[in-house]
């Protein structure tokens, strides 16, 4: 077995952890509080901090900005985000390409203050061609191939379920086997895995900060023992002290498996859809991927559920001021395909030729002396919207315009746009941000954001064409 090689030497390293109120953050935090200075990123400020050893920052993920401050002077990064609330009211862009999104800024962020690691938890990825994975295993993969797509070394921790006080989904798996005394089963409960406790994920996290043996490494973790799920529930129900008869059907959809799920597991259609979708795949870890770095006394599946059921320790958070923001706001994100491997910058400045071209019997694109771009009617001397170019927070891979006017916006100093390239340059990201429309509310949502989607729908079609 290899030796732990650390690149800290004595002092105490500074580890930030985006996603830290989610479920392995709070229980990072309580369990290694003491032994790295963490910095702990929350969209919220905090009004109340029980653990002042413990810094919690404020950022918001979606800025650059915000996230380049957040990991000011941090050693290592551990990146827990998945699929994120929506801090909108109105959110137009899938829970892909908002994923990938914030993982291209945090990528950037951790570059620009030369991050040395960032640690990505994701999930177990089975052995099959990427196209017939899941949209949530496929999203997963992008983001950990964006996470360590720049100068911080990635390392890539794939897990199965994670069981634990508080975890998502050993609770729907409890939540089932507390109110079904019959489990009919859809076949999908007859794929295989191998779930791990949070006590062993949480020591391999530990044992892979500041190791140089594990950087620009993908690493699969999981307890030996591969189960099936209808074997977790089977599990779980003698761990609670549960008579339950479970038997699988073949007779389940994908659609009445989320809703069955749903229902009686209790939990949110945001996490019951993307793991059904996934569950249908083998979930196993490859042996050459394996965790090696260090011995580990793995829990079993009934240890660790024991302690999931009946743990009476429970992480503290702070108290946090109740985010206010602005009322009305839009967030848009949508990919477009980028075959011929145009920047963002070409992709950007066609954009701004394209719109009046298309609408030329309704729309003139006029550049004023400083250089802002304006969207006329034909008759109008206002223009509808007008965009700032930001040239020193743009670059080839990004072009960035903040909304400075407009007789369809309600706030010039709030929102931007923006043109980035994400995966190698192969898709291209379009992304408006805390957009505030001026028309009420319910008008702009059935006519303004239709129509933006309409027009960005139309612009995709023109680069998937345009091959000069």
């Not at 109105?90 to 800024?105: R, V």
């Not at 007789?407 to 043109?419: H, I, Q, S, T």
């Not at 980035?420 to 954001?449: D, K, N």
Request: a positive charge; aromatic letters at 10%; hydrophobic letters at 40%.
């Amino acid at each position: 077995m290899k030796p732990v090689s650390s690149t800290f030497d004595q002092r105490k390293p500074t580890v930030a952890i985006a996603g830290a109120g989610g479920y392995i953050g709070r229980w990072f935090i309580h369990q290694f509080k003491d032994k790295y200075h963490i910095v702990a990123l929350s969209r919220k400020k905090v009004k109340k901090n029980p653990h002042p050893e413990v810094e919690w920052r404020q950022v918001e993920l979606y800025s650059i900005t915000s996230t380049v401050e957040a990991l000011n002077g941090v050693d290592v990064a551990i990146y827990l985000v998945h699929s994120m609330n929506a801090s909108t009211r109105l959110n137009q862009g899938s829970f892909e390409d908002t994923d990938l999104l914030l993982a291209d800024n945090f990528s950037r962020a951790a570059a620009l203050n030369q991050v040395q690691q960032i640690i990505y938890l994701g999930g177990l990825l089975p052995e099959e061609p990427e196209s017939k994975l899941s949209r949530h295993l496929r999203s997963r993969l992008e983001v950990e191939r964006t996470l360590g797509s720049r100068s911080a070394k990635l390392t890539a921790l794939r897990a199965s379920i994670i069981v634990g006080p508080g975890g998502s989904s050993f609770d729907m798996i409890k939540n089932l086997v507390r109110k079904l005394p019959v489990l009919m089963c859809p076949k999908w409960t007859e794929s295989e895995t191998q779930p791990i406790s949070l006590r062993d994920t949480l020591d391999i996290m530990d044992t892979c900060i500041g190791n140089a043996q594990v950087f620009d490494k993908v690493i699969e973790i999981g307890n030996p023992e591969v189960m099936t799920y209808r074997n977790m529930l089977e599990r779980t129900a003698k761990v609670m002290g549960k008579k339950r008869l479970v038997f699988s059907v073949p007779v389940f959809s994908l659609g009445l498996s989320k809703l069955w799920v749903g229902i009686f597991g209790e939990s949110p259609p945001q996490l019951v859809s993307p793991l059904v979708e996934s569950l249908r795949h083998t979930l196993t870890v490859t042996p050459e991927l394996a965790f090696k770095e260090k011995e580990i006394d793995y829990l079993s599946y009934e240890e660790a559920a024991d302690i999931a059921l009946n743990s009476k320790e429970n992480p503290v958070l702070p108290v946090f001021y109740k985010n206010k923001g602005v009322r009305n706001t839009v967030r848009s994100i949508q990919r477009m395909s980028n075959r011929s491997g145009h920047s963002a910058t070409w992709v950007a400045n066609r954009y701004n030729i394209w719109l009046p071209s298309f609408f030329k019997f309704l729309i003139n694109g006029k550049r004023t002396e400083t250089g802002d771009i304006g969207f006329h009617l034909l008759w109008g001397k206002k223009p509808m919207l007008q965009l700032t170019m930001i040239p020193d927070r743009s670059d080839n891979d990004r072009q960035l315009f903040y909304i400075t006017g407009g007789w369809l916006v309600k706030r010039f100093d709030y929102g931007w746009l923006e043109f980035r390239g994400v995966l190698g340059g192969s898709y291209i990201l379009s992304a408006i941000h805390e957009f505030v429309p001026r028309l009420p509310w319910y008008v702009y949502v059935t006519t303004q954001a239709r129509f933006h989607l309409w027009v960005m729908n139309r612009f995709k079609k023109y680069l998937e064409r345009k091959v000069d």
